[in-house]
Nanobody, 121 residues
């Protein structure tokens, strides 16, 4: 059973930093790319960035100079280091995996429950 558990969100002032994390279980974490998404108030869930199995990451334009995605395969943990936060970064942040569990199965989308990040002006 694939389980993703985010933590580390919170309330921060504009210009501040937070580093949410996501602990994964139920699959071979080190073999898979992992992603972060967010859902801002009143908006659709949107892609934030992705890290592949060898640690190379890509980001949406609005965060690429401020956010860093990393992973610790020994701890089955994904991180999202966020710096210089802006009020428009206020959102619920979700960890995402697209994995196949078991021989002969198709990959499936898995989501955590999310962690709330609120940035005050």
């Amino acid at each position: 059973q694939v389980i993703l558990v985010e933590s580390g969100g919170g309330l921060v002032q504009a210009g501040g930093s937070l580093t949410p994390s996501c602990v994964a279980s139920g699959f071979d974490f080190g073999l898979y790319a992992m992603s972060w998404y967010r859902q801002r108030p009143g908006m659709e869930r949107e892609y934030v960035g992705k890290i592949n199995a060898v640690g190379s990451a890509v980001y949406r334009d609005s965060v690429k100079d401020r956010f860093t995605i990393s992973r610790d395969d020994g701890k089955n943990t994904l991180y999202l280091q966020m710096r210089n936060l802006k009020p428009e970064d206020t959102a619920k942040y979700f960890c995402h995996a697209y994995v196949a569990v078991g021989w002969g199965t198709n990959p499936t989308d898995y989501w955590g429950q999310g962690t709330q990040v609120t940035v005050s002006p």
